[in-house]
């Protein structure tokens, strides 16, 4: 679908606009991932709720 948007724009004579959208949809897409990811990771316990030790590992509760 992206690639049928780039050739319509690039067709109509906006192609300037190829790299903007680009852009603004690959941030979305980034935002998105990381949400997701971090309601995935707090959902399933995998978060890390201890500060490390300085010898890299973690503090027992």
């Known amino acids: 679908m992206a690639m049928l948007v780039f050739l319509l724009l690039a067709l109509v004579g906006v192609a300037h606009w190829i790299l903007h959208l680009w852009t603004i949809v690959a941030g979305a897409s980034v935002i998105l991932t990381t949400i997701a990811t971090v309601r995935s990771s707090l959902r399933h316990g ?10 890299g590992g973690y503090r027992p509760d």
Do not use: C, F, G, N
């Open 46 to 55: 995998h978060a890390v709720t201890h500060e490390p030790t300085s010898q």
